[in-house]
């Protein structure tokens, strides 16, 4: 190309049309170029364009569950044992007595299962009715607690509402002590009290701290009285030859007109009243829990 073309072609250029011209020739050939790249290498093989792989999701830890809080456990309710006079009585060494010993509590024997035998200058076993009496002995001041370690006296009438070393001067059957154990019971083995005139079927406990405390009844922290039951006394007091007199006086009093139980509740009654299963002739077994307020410490 001579210098006039030149100068030709560079007017030409100049042109608006002209330069669109050029830019789509452009655009053109590169086209061509990327799809001459892209379709083959060098050697005619096709090109292998690299897929970049989707990574797998990577689940989200679940969430540990938050641990409950434990239910506080509501507090044991029991029925307060009505409480009674714990001194002064004949033989604890706390009031007069007819009897050969004042305080039967510091009498060697006095600690023992089965009461119906007198221990003391005497070996006569009280008539009647067979009766296996289990106690348990529970704090209602300590949420209803097992009281364990505690003395509980028990003593009670003989089959005609006599008392040992009192009207029966002579005898110290029906009296006796027992340790409460770790589940704060205690067992006796003795028979079914008769009835005193004017007071209804019972039998007397006394509680003491310690062994070693239950030597006068002075030392008492709580006294009481158990009820026998209607049904219970019914059966047991037909027969008028070993129970003499009782079926009569059974029959004018109530836990109303008596002067003890009758001061208190039904529910408070009921909680002393014996539970009672037997027969008159194979003998009774009878239970009883105890909840006097004793503090809250024990």
Wanted: glycine letters at 10%; one cysteine or more.
């Amino acid at each position: 190309m001579d210098l006039q073309e030149v100068t030709d072609e560079i007017v030409r250029l100049r042109s608006p049309m002209a330069r669109r011209h050029a830019l789509g020739w452009l655009a053109g050939a590169g086209t061509m170029a990327l799809l001459t790249g892209c379709g083959s290498d060098s050697g005619g093989s096709p090109t292998t364009i690299p897929v970049t792989p989707t990574p797998t999701p990577v689940p989200a830890p679940s969430p540990s569950p938050t641990p409950l809080p434990t239910p506080t456990p509501s507090p044991k309710t029991c029925t307060q044992t009505p409480s009674e006079t714990t001194a002064p009585y004949p033989a604890d060494g706390t009031g007069a007595t007819s009897g050969s010993v004042n305080n039967v509590l510091n009498q060697s024997g006095i600690v023992r299962n089965d009461i119906r035998a007198s221990f003391v200058g005497s070996s006569a076993i009280a008539p009647g009715v067979r009766l296996t009496l289990n106690i348990t002995l529970q704090n209602s001041g300590s949420n209803c607690a097992a009281v364990t370690g505690y003395a509980i006296y028990v003593w009670h009438a003989d089959a005609q509402g006599r008392f040992s070393l009192y009207t029966i001067p002579a005898e110290t059957y029906l009296r006796g002590v027992q340790v409460t154990d770790g589940t704060g019971k205690v067992s006796f083995t003795t028979i079914i009290p008769g009835v005193l005139s004017g007071r209804y079927p019972h039998i007397h406990v006394a509680i003491f701290p310690t062994l070693a405390s239950a030597t006068v009844g002075a030392n008492a922290v709580f006294a009481t009285q158990l009820i026998l039951p209607v049904d219970l006394c019914t059966a047991v007091y037909a027969d008028t030859t070993t129970y003499a007199g009782a079926q009569t006086r059974f029959g004018a009093i109530t836990l109303a007109s008596d002067p003890v139980f009758g001061d208190n509740s039904t529910e408070q009654n009921a909680s002393r009243t014996l539970t009672a299963t037997g027969t008159v002739a194979a003998g009774y077994t009878a239970d009883v829990t105890l909840s006097p307020n004793l503090g809250v410490a024990i």
